[in-house]
């Protein structure tokens, strides 16, 4: 970027000196714009103030007979105004104005007051002028309606020039410029100048109504969708109740959070602020969650410990905690070591190496070589990512340093990192069911730690300390596995699944979403390939607690399975097989597992009730769940946009919330939750 900045800077400077040393180049008109800004992240299309804001410069040698000089350059300016503002469609207007020719019917802009300094003549000014307020009068009678109005209707034309908002009052103004124009033809005392204010309060006024957008949904098939989603919901109910003998309490608290959640969308605000929903629900269901375990494992890390680590991680998030983000804190204090984060980065992917190789059961000296080849593949990716975007980070680093990462081809390094996940999940597979040396539970659990290590591949690199909290979350919640059930599963799936999202950058509109990270490694285009990838670079954190809630459900099963075998006297033995507690293992048994006898506790016999009642698969149930959420609050969006179809919301507010409903519904749910979670439950575990 700092190099293409440079070269436009460049060509910008060309242009300007052969304006001013050219002869025959004095009539002309040079103009600089840009079609729109952009985020941190480089995204657009949003309506944030660094999205809408885009510079227009307009440079000519006739400006120099201007009487007006402008400084520069000029303080930073945090909502990105410099010297006057105007729409970007004035663009239209101003080009016909200055250049004589007729602006199109249909265009919205109008012509800036600050550059009618332009023409010599007060006369040519009036026409230019003059000519925009016709073209949207006729655009108005278009538009609205023709309209007339008689001189009694307003009271006094003059006195409505500076409260324009109606339509009536806008043809007010209109009556206003013409009644002007009139006495000044007449040689009456009214000057040029009072008919350009007239003029332009008119053409202001115009536009705003003009460009109020339309509120024509198309109400047939928003009737459609409300119905088709009622109808899904009632067969999720009715799976949910066969599939359910007793309805426990986190069931309860399931529907209760997405009835609120639903609820929440009918104000706009909580619509703009979601992510604090998610943030707030999160917090207080793990510390509820945490409460009905504090007798066994003590108040601060039942209670306090979760609640931290979420604290933490919605802390990370520059994008709706501006003030206490975290990352804006360490990024503005170790701005000038920006090596130093790539310190962190690099543990997070050995110990998520270290995490894989130890659940498929390598050798240590294959972990070794393994290990430190893919680690490396994946930071020298991300070191020559980042040089690319800006060299400036490698400026505390020795010249061949700088050059290495210079000349690293990062498609080909990060290829290198996919290629040899790929072949890891292929020697997962042959040991899984060709070999038989690996345990369902090591398959699936060594299965998922490959796609996590891809997430982290795709994922920016301020965002990489959210897998390690993940991961001590998820901890958290295996070291109480027997106080769980589907759904407490599936609510904590939801809570922190959202929460995650809204953590690393994300929001309702659809100018967060980060289109950048779908390109690493495809240096074809591949539409199908970016796409995908994209969406999850996005969506990391969902994807990855519905993959955790896989193993979550594989654990419950598995003290399913071993409360059964209680006996009379309400002790139990059963093998108890502890899949993700690492520890050397007997060479006669099959890697990634470690199974111990032990008598079961009075919690597990208490969790037993809960984890009975819940009677066929769990995976069922956790999916039905998920199911009815997404489900439920579509149809609250839909409903929303049928309660609100003549609100000027509906476009601005509500229409970017649809379109991330229909990615989450597409992509989150359909893809990864019913898709990829099913093949995952139906292939290995089943």
């Known amino acids: 970027m700092l190099v293409k900045q440079t070269e436009m800077d460049a060509v910008a400077k060309l242009i300007h000196e052969a304006l001013e040393e050219k002869a025959h180049l004095q009539d002309t008109l040079f103009i600089l714009l840009g079609d729109h800004g952009m985020t941190e992240q480089g995204n ?155 003029a332009h309060n008119f053409c202001n006024g115009a536009q705003k109504l003009l460009n109020i957008p339309p509120n024509n949904p198309s109400y047939k098939q928003l009737a459609v969708s409300v119905t088709a989603l009622v109808s899904v919901i009632t067969i999720l109910v009715l799976i949910l109740q066969s599939s359910v003998r007793n309805v426990d309490t986190d ?112 050798g240590h000296f294959v972990y070794m070589i393994a290990g430190v080849a893919l680690c490396a593949a994946a930071v020298f990716f991300r070191l020559s990512s980042s040089y690319r975007i800006d060299p400036e980070i490698f400026s505390m680093a020795p010249a061949w340093f700088e050059r290495l990462f210079a000349n690293i081809n990062r498609n080909l390094s990060l290829n290198i990192f996919w290629t040899g996940l790929a072949a890891l999940l292929v020697l997962i597979l042959l040991r899984s069911k060709f070999l038989g040396r690996l345990s369902s539970e090591a398959t699936l659990i060594a299965t998922i730690e490959v796609i996590n290590l891809y997430l982290r591949s795709i994922t920016r690199s301020e965002y990489l300390v959210l897998f390690p909290i993940f991961d001590l979350q998820f901890r958290w919640l295996l070291s109480s596995v027997e106080s769980l059930s589907p759904s407490t599963i599936a609510v904590t799936s939801l809570f922190l699944g959202q929460s995650a999202f809204y953590a690393s950058g994300h929001g309702n509109s659809f100018a967060s979403f980060d289109l950048t990270n779908g390109f690493n490694g495809i240096e074809s285009s591949r539409t199908l390939a970016v796409a995908l990838q994209a969406l999850l670079s996005n969506y990391f954190g969902p994807v990855w607690w519905a993959l955790a809630s896989l193993r979550l459900l594989r654990a419950l099963q598995q003290t399913q399975t071993a409360s059964k075998a209680t006996q009379p006297n309400g002790q139990a033995t059963a093998d108890v097989k502890a899949i993700d507690q690492k520890a050397p293992e007997p060479s006669n048994r099959k890697s990634g597992l470690r199974e111990k006898r032990a008598p079961a506790t009075e919690t597990l016999v208490e969790g037993t009730e809960q984890v009975i009642s819940h009677g066929k698969s769990p995976f069922v149930e956790h999916m039905t769940l998920q199911s009815l959420y997404t489900a439920f609050s579509s149809m609250a969006v839909v409903a929303v946009c049928v309660w609100r179809r003549n609100d000027s919301t509906l476009w601005t507010v509500l229409t970017p919330k649809c379109l991330n409903v229909i990615l989450w519904v597409c992509f989150e749910h359909l893809m990864i939750n019913v898709i990829l979670s099913a093949a995952l439950w139906g292939i290995i575990v089943a």
Request: negative net charge; proline residues 4%.
């Open 44 to 198: 657009h299309g949003g309506g944030s103030t660094s999205e809408i804001a885009s510079a227009m410069v307009f440079i000519s040698p006739k400006f120099k007979s201007r009487s007006k000089a402008l400084d520069s350059p000029l303080p930073v300016s945090s909502n990105y105004e410099y010297y006057s503002v105007i729409n970007q469609i004035d663009l239209v207007p101003t080009i016909a104005g200055l250049m004589g020719f007729t602006t199109p019917s249909t265009s919205l802009g109008v012509f800036p007051a600050d550059m009618l300094d332009v023409f010599a003549k007060p006369e040519d000014r009036l026409g230019a002028v003059s000519k925009n307020a016709r073209q949207l009068k006729d655009l108005l009678d278009l538009e609205h309606g023709s309209a007339q109005l008689v001189n009694a209707s307003c009271h006094d034309v003059f006195e409505v020039v500076e409260v324009i908002a109606t339509k009536h009052e806008v043809l007010c103004a209109f009556e206003a410029m013409t009644l002007a124009q009139q006495k000044l033809e007449a040689g009456d005392d009214v000057s040029i100048d009072e008919v350009l204010v007239a």
């Open 251 to 362: 069931t309860l608290i399931f529907g209760f959070a997405i009835t609120l959640h639903a609820s929440s969308m009918f104000m706009n605000q909580f619509v703009i602020e979601e992510h604090r929903y998610w943030y707030w629900g999160s917090t207080v269901w793990l510390a509820y969650h945490g409460s009905r375990m504090a007798n066994s494992k003590g108040w601060f890390y039942a209670v306090i410990y979760p609640t931290a680590l979420q604290f933490l991680s919605q802390s990370l998030d520059p994008a709706t905690n501006p003030q206490y983000s975290v990352i804006s804190y360490v990024h503005n204090q170790l701005y000038g070591y920006q090596v130093l984060f790539w310190i962190p980065g690099m543990l997070i992917y050995a110990s998520g190496l270290k995490n894989l190789s130890e659940y498929v059961g390598l």
